[in-house]
């Protein structure tokens, strides 16, 4: 899952006590770099409780959403 800083910072005020992991990546524009990300206690989807990592964008990711999830989850 990719979320939005300003949407996390808002959930979750305080990062500091998280492990956190480092994500490189490429945009389709071919500008790259490194999104930091975390594994949260616990997230459900649909209903299922699932095992997922949470990478923080400093970038907004649309008008109409703040957050993406990928389909293989």
Known sequence: MIAEKQIMDEILPDV????????????ADGKTGIMTAFRPDGVKIDGEEK???IAVSDTKLGDEFNAI?????
């Open 16 to 27: 500091s006590s998280l492990k956190k992991r480092f994500i490189p990546y490429r945009t």
């Open 51 to 53: 095992k997922i990592l």
């Open 69 to 73: 999830i990928g389909t293989k989850i």
